[in-house]
């Protein structure tokens, strides 16, 4: 829905103003999102899991509502030739019959979505050292990522009469930087804001809707930090500026994380460094979304919006599957150093990481090293963040702004 809605705001007149119209999308989904995490651990808590799933039936009705009420369909003015309206590759040189029997690329698709399945099933399997048949699910996974990967791109290329990505939009000097920070993007956000939660649960016994209330922060981080690039874009009409502000900025509020959470005990108020890294991350978003407006081609405008989400999505995945998982082998790592290898310890280790947001079953004696050993291992999140951050840094530095139109 959000990629569908930023296709209809890229058509809205100059980038200018598409700065603002997409921080009021952010803010719209951000909002979302920040009251649906209390809400559904409210609903888990008090009335089953059920509940977290059938509160989407009425906004779902709702938003089907809007569309089919507020929503028009307008036919493409006549004077736009054929092949050529806004977000269409050019057929003009295909035979009509063949493609017709061939408008969507499914093969590219079938390609693309085994080898992410694959890549993120490898990102999981690479930290899980005492995995049963690991050597074998490590060659399985990276074969199959690598055949389908080089197929989805043969296709495109030499196959698909109306590719699913166009291969020349993947170009450096096209919209390839832009795509890459957007990868990057995605992998900074969750590898880092996700666990946010998880960690004061886990480290200082909040319960989960407590737990969900610390999404708070970092959520109108994003909120403010969207509007606000929103608001100068359009004053100013600079968009590079902004994503190379915002680096910094969520560079230093992850560094804080790093040292003080993993470090120290922290102090409630300090989970307001979230707050500043999702400001940067705002920053960093919107103004690459504006560069895409800057920078798309007319005739590939609605896939290139798509690509822009894809790469974000791919990141998101790869964040969330890394960070999770190094962070459970860093607690694995760092228990059996403090605890021992015995059996006994080996027993602990494993409730530990299957039931670490309660530590009642510990034996008391044990349970602040425990806590202590988890806590210290949450540096990984930041650190993946800042490492994608510095790559992002990289990337801006070759980008080049657009001329104003």
């Keep these: 829905m959000v990629e569908l809605v930023s296709v209809l705001v890229n058509e809205m007149?100059?980038?200018?103003?598409?700065?603002?119209?997409?921080?009021?999308?952010?803010?719209?989904?951000?909002?979302?999102?920040?009251?649906?995490?209390?809400?559904?651990?409210?609903?888990?808590?008090?009335?089953?899991?059920?509940?977290?799933?059938?509160?989407?039936?009425?906004?779902?009705?709702?938003?089907?509502?809007?569309?089919?009420?507020?929503?028009?369909?307008?036919?493409?003015?006549?004077?736009?030739?054929?092949?050529?309206?806004?977000?269409?590759i050019d057929t003009s040189k295909y035979?009509?019959?063949?493609?017709?029997?061939?408008?969507?690329?499914?093969?590219?698709?079938?390609?693309?979505?085994?080898?992410i399945v694959c890549l993120l099933g490898?990102?999981?399997?690479?930290?899980a050292q005492g995995m049963e048949n690991r050597s074998t699910a490590l060659v399985t996974l990276g074969v199959a990522c690598l055949t389908c990967f080089v197929a989805f791109f043969i296709n495109e290329a030499y196959v698909a009469q109306n590719p699913l990505i166009p291969l020349f939009l993947l170009k450096p000097h096209n919209l390839g930087l832009i795509y890459a920070?957007?990868?990057?993007?995605?992998?900074?956000?969750?590898?880092?804001?996700?666990?946010?939660?998880?960690?004061?649960?886990?480290?200082?016994?909040?319960?989960?809707?407590?737990?969900?209330?610390?999404?708070?922060p970092s959520t109108f981080g994003f909120v403010i930090g969207s509007l606000m690039t929103g608001r100068l874009i359009q004053s100013?009409?600079?968009?590079?500026?902004?994503?190379?502000?915002?680096?910094?900025?969520?560079?230093?509020?992850?560094?804080?994380?790093?040292?003080?959470?993993?470090?120290?005990?922290?102090?409630?108020?300090?989970?307001?460094?979230?707050?500043?890294?999702?400001v940067g991350l705002g920053m960093i978003l919107?103004?690459?979304?504006?560069?895409?407006?800057?920078?798309?081609?007319?005739?590939?405008?609605?896939?290139?919006?798509?690509?822009?989400?894809?790469?974000?999505?791919?990141?998101?995945?790869?964040?969330?599957?890394?960070?999770?998982?190094?962070?459970?082998?860093?607690?694995?790592?760092?228990?059996?150093a403090t605890l021992g290898n015995n059996a006994g310890s080996r027993e602990l280790i494993t409730q530990v990481l299957t039931h670490r947001r309660s530590l009642k079953f510990v034996p008391p004696h044990l349970q602040d090293t425990v806590r202590t050993t988890i806590q210290r291992s949450y540096y990984v999140p930041p650190a993946i963040s800042i490492g994608s951050l510095l790559l992002i840094l990289f990337l801006c530095l070759r980008q080049r702004e657009a001329k104003s139109t």
């Excluded at 009021?24 to 920040?34: E, L, P």
């Excluded at 900025?249 to 560094?255: E, G, Q």
Aim: proline share 4%; glycine share 8%.
């Design 95 to 115: 035979d009509g019959a063949k493609l017709k029997q061939k408008s969507f690329d499914v093969a590219g698709l079938v390609f693309l979505m085994t080898a």
């Design 286 to 336: 919107s103004s690459q979304f504006v560069a895409l407006s800057a920078a798309k081609p007319e005739a590939n405008a609605a896939t290139s919006v798509t690509t822009f989400y894809l790469c974000q999505q791919i990141g998101f995945m790869a964040g969330v599957t890394s960070s999770r998982s190094l962070v459970r082998r860093a607690i694995e790592s760092g228990l059996k």
């Design 236 to 278: 100013s009409g600079r968009y590079l500026l902004y994503t190379k502000i915002g680096i910094p900025l969520a560079c230093l509020s992850f560094l804080l994380m790093l040292i003080r959470w993993t470090l120290y005990e922290p102090n409630m108020w300090e989970i307001t460094y979230s707050f500043a890294s999702s």
């Design 181 to 216: 920070v957007q990868v990057l993007t995605g992998l900074t956000n969750s590898a880092s804001i996700p666990i946010v939660s998880d960690y004061w649960v886990t480290t200082r016994g909040f319960s989960a809707v407590e737990g969900a209330i610390c999404w708070a």
């Design 13 to 88: 007149g100059s980038f200018h103003r598409v700065a603002v119209l997409r921080s009021y999308v952010t803010t719209s989904s951000i909002m979302g999102i920040t009251c649906g995490a209390p809400l559904g651990a409210l609903l888990t808590s008090y009335f089953g899991w059920q509940w977290a799933f059938l509160i989407h039936v009425p906004f779902a009705i709702l938003c089907i509502a809007v569309v089919f009420l507020a929503l028009h369909i307008e036919k493409p003015q006549s004077n736009i030739p054929t092949g050529q309206t806004y977000g269409a």
């Design 122 to 127: 490898l990102i999981q399997v690479i930290p």
